[in-house]
């Protein structure tokens, strides 16, 4: 009975093992997918452009894409989120 359970808990814990690493293996793709198709818009707008613009207006007659703002509001929710 004790080694049945066991063999249970050994069974689940890997199932859950396998799809941590599908899960994480797939985030990685995505993120390096997302990486490699902005690479072309980055060497276009610039790396400190692109990394410390203020503004985002991709809309306007003379576009801008900062993404600053996006980066400190994830973390500040992400600090926010561990402290609060």
């Known amino acids: 009975m004790k080694n ?3 063999f249970m ?3 689940i814990h890997g199932i859950f093992l ?3 690493f599908i899960t994480v293996g797939c985030v990685l793709l995505i993120s390096i997918y997302l990486v490699l198709s902005g690479i072309p818009a980055i060497r ?3 790396i400190f452009k692109f990394l410390f613009g203020r503004k985002w207006a991709s809309t306007a ?3 801008l894409y900062g993404i ?3 980066i400190l509001t994830s973390i500040y929710g992400t ?3 561990i402290f609060i």
């Open 61 to 63: 007659a003379e576009p």
């Open 18 to 20: 396998i799809l941590g």
């Open 44 to 46: 276009k707008i610039g």
């Open 4 to 6: 049945k359970k066991r």
């Open 79 to 81: 600090a926010g989120a």
């Open 68 to 70: 600053l703002p996006f």
């Open 9 to 11: 808990e050994n069974a």
